[in-house]
C-alpha cells in the first residue's frame, strides 16, 4: 500500500485554507489530527497495490482531472485508488463511519451537473479495477469496475470477441451501461445493459454482494438503467459475441452543407419508420458542427453510415445518401471492430476524450426527426457557433438502430421505455475552455433553444420529453430520465430504501 501521505504540509501549506470553506461543513473531524490518523489507518487497511492521494501530492491534478472541468468539479479532500473489492468496501465503511460522503469514478466523462454536490468527499477511484477475462466457453466476459471501452474492447479482440461496448475509447464500459450503454452493436444485441449477465456490487454499508436474474433479482432490475444511484460495481459479466469473419466496416464519411438538412433526415425518417425493415448492421450517426473548409459562413452535417460488411454490401444502403449531393464523400472500407473507433473520431487522442475543458450535452430523444423543429434548432445552433466561445461545438444526430434494444420487454430492465421507444438521440453538445460562469449559462441558454426546437414536434402531439439519462445535463426532471410510469418511479424508490436506505448514491442524476 502506498501511502502518500503529507498531511502536515496539507495543513501547513494552506491547503487547509484552501478547503477549509468546504470541509468543516460536513465534517469536523477534518480539522483534527484525527482524522488524519483514521485516513492513515485506512491506508494501512487496504491492499499493497492501493494508494491514498491528498491535495498536497503532485498528482492530485491528475488524479482529479476530469471531463467537463471545471464545469463539473466534485469536491475531494482524498483519492483513494483502491486496487481490490476489499478496498472499496473499506473506504466505504470509513467513509460511513466518519460521516464522509463520497463519489465513485471510473472513466470521469460523467457531465452531470449533480456531481457537484459532492463537496468534502472521498473520491473512490476505481481505475486500478482493470480487467478483462473471457470465461471458457467464450459466452462471457469478466470485467473490472474501473475499465475503460478501449481497454475492453483491445483485450477481447485479441481473444476474436467482442461485446456491446459505446462508441467512444476513453469512457468506461461500467458508466454508460448503468445507464443504458448506446453502441455501434445495440440494434444487433441490444443495449450494453441488456447484455449484463452479472454483477458483484459494494452496497451504501460496505457489504458486498452477487446481483443476476437469480440472485437479488430486483437490485438486478434497478442496476439496468438507474444504476448509478444503488452501488459500487467492482465486476462484472457481461454476454461476448464471436467476431464475424472477415470483421470488416465500411465507413461513408458523408459531408452536406445546410440546405440538405431537411434531405438528409427526411431520408433517415424512411429509414427509421416504423414500417420499415432497417438491417441491424447499419448504423447512422453524425454532426452538426463548424467545418469552415467546407462551409465558411454556416454550419454543416458531418454524417457517418457504418455498415458492418464490404463496401459492395454497403452500397446500397449508402446510395441514398449519396443521392443527396453531399459535398464530401469518403469511404473507408476493411475496417475492424477496434480500428472503427479511430475511423468514426471517437479515439482517445480525439479532442472528444479531453479532460480539461468544459463540456456537456443534453441528449433528446425523438421518436423521429421533426424537420421544421430540426431547422429551427440548427438556426440557432448557427449562432451559438459562430460565438468564439463555442466554435467547436457540435449538435449529434445519433440514430444507431433499434432491432435488439426492442426485442427486450422494457417492464424487465429499471430503464426509461422511451429510450427503447426512440430511434434517434440528438444532443447538443458544447465545448468552451475557461472557468468564466457565464460562459456556462451561455451555453447551456443556447442548449436549452436547441431543446425546446427539437422537441416542439413531440410536444406539440402531446407528447413528453425524454432525456438519455447519461446524457443529462443535471437540470432534468426524474421522469424525463427514468420515465414517466408512476409504478417504475414507486419501484425505484422503494428499492433505495431497501438497498441504500441513508441514499449514499445520490450524486448521479438522483432518483432521490
Ligand atoms: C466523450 C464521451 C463519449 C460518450 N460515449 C457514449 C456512448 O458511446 N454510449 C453511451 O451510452 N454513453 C456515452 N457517453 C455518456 C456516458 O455514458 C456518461 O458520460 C458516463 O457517465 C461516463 O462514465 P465514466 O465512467 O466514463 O465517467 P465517471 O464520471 O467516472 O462516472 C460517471 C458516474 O458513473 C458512476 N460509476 C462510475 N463507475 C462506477 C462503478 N464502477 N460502479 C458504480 N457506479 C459507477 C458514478 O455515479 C459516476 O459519477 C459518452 C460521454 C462522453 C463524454
Not at 457531465?111 to 467464450?138: A, E, F, P
Not at 461496448?165 to 454508460?176: A, D, R
Request: glycine residues 8%; hydrophobic residues 40%; charged residues 15%.
Amino acid at each position: 500500500m502506498l501511502v502518500f501521505l503529507t498531511f502536515a504540509l496539507w495543513l501547513l501549506g494552506g491547503l487547509h485554507g484552501a478547503l477549509g470553506g468546504i470541509l468543516p461543513s460536513f465534517n469536523p473531524l477534518v480539522r483534527s489530527t484525527d482524522l488524519m490518523q483514521t485516513a492513515t489507518s485506512l491506508g494501512q487497511q487496504l491492499s499493497k497495490d492501493a494508494t491514498i492521494i491528498l491535495p498536497s501530492n503532485p498528482l492530485w491534478d491528475e488524479v482529479i482531472a476530469r471531463g467537463s472541468y471545471p464545469r463539473v468539479n466534485p469536491g475531494y479532500f482524498v483519492v483513494v485508488e483502491v486496487a481490490t473489492e476489499s478496498d472499496v468496501q473499506k473506504t466505504v465503511k470509513f467513509a460511513n463511519s466518519n460521516g464522509i460522503p463520497f463519489l465513485v469514478v471510473s472513466g470521469t466523462h460523467g457531465w452531470t451537473k449533480t456531481l457537484n454536490k459532492l463537496q468534502g468527499g472521498i473520491q473512490i477511484n476505481m481505475r486500478k479495477l482493470n480487467t478483462s477475462v473471457v470465461s471458457k466457453d467464450g459466452k462471457t466476459a469478466t470485467i473490472g469496475g474501473g475499465t475503460l471501452q478501449w481497454e475492453a474492447t483491445s483485450a477481447l479482440f485479441n481473444q476474436s470477441k467482442q461485446a456491446v461496448t459505446g462508441l467512444c475509447e476513453c469512457v468506461s464500459v461500467i458508466g454508460p451501461l448503468l445507464g443504458g450503454g448506446h453502441s455501434m452493436l445495440q440494434s444487433q444485441h441490444g443495449f450494453a445493459l441488456d447484455n449484463l449477465v452479472s454483477a458483484r456490487v459494494v452496497l451504501a454499508d460496505g457489504s458486498v454482494t452477487d446481483v443476476s436474474a437469480s440472485k437479488n433479482a430486483d437490485l438486478f432490475w434497478a442496476l439496468r438503467g438507474a444504476g448509478h444511484n444503488y452501488g459500487i460495481v467492482t465486476s462484472f459479466v457481461v454476454k461476448v459475441y464471436d467476431i464475424p469473419a472477415g470483421n470488416q466496416w465500411t465507413v461513408y464519411s458523408l459531408i452536406y452543407k445546410s440546405d440538405k438538412l431537411e434531405a438528409l433526415f427526411s431520408l433517415v425518417n424512411k429509414i427509421d419508420a416504423p414500417s420499415a425493415t432497417r438491417p441491424s448492421k447499419l448504423v447512422l450517426a453524425g454532426a452538426i458542427t463548424r467545418i469552415p473548409d467546407i462551409d465558411a459562413a454556416q454550419p454543416v452535417i458531418a454524417y457517418t453510415l457504418s455498415y458492418e460488411g464490404t463496401q459492395a454490401e454497403a452500397e446500397q444502403y449508402a446510395a441514398p445518401f449519396k443521392a443527396i449531393g453531399p459535398a464530401v464523400t469518403t469511404v473507408t472500407t476493411n475496417v475492424n471492430y477496434v480500428q472503427l473507433y479511430t475511423v468514426t473520431g471517437n479515439n482517445l487522442e480525439n479532442p472528444v476524450c479531453r479532460k480539461d475543458n468544459n463540456i456537456f450535452g443534453s441528449g433528446i430523444s425523438l421518436p423521429s426527426w421533426d424537420t421544421a423543429g430540426l431547422r429551427k434548432a440548427f438556426n440557432v445552433f448557427a449562432q451559438a457557433s459562430a460565438d468564439p466561445r463555442f466554435s467547436t461545438s457540435a449538435i449529434l444526430t445519433e440514430s444507431y438502430g433499434m432491432n435488439g434494444v426492442r426485442a427486450v420487454d422494457a417492464k424487465t430492465t429499471a430503464l426509461a421505455p422511451e429510450e427503447r421507444a426512440n430511434p434517434i438521440l440528438t444532443t447538443p453538445i458544447f465545448w468552451w475552455e475557461g472557468a468564466n460562469p457565464q460562459d456556462a449559462t451561455d451555453a447551456e441558454a443556447y442548449a436549452a433553444k436547441i431543446k425546446d426546437a427539437m422537441y416542439s414536434g413531440v410536444t406539440a402531439a402531446g407528447g413528453k420529453r425524454h432525456t438519455y439519462v447519461n446524457y443529462a445535463m443535471g437540470e432534468e426532471s426524474r421522469a424525463e430520465m427514468y420515465g414517466y410510469e408512476q409504478w417504475r418511479m414507486d419501484k425505484l424508490k422503494s428499492l433505495k430504501s431497501i438497498w441504500d436506505p441513508k441514499n449514499k448514491f445520490r450524486f448521479y442524476n438522483p432518483i432521490i
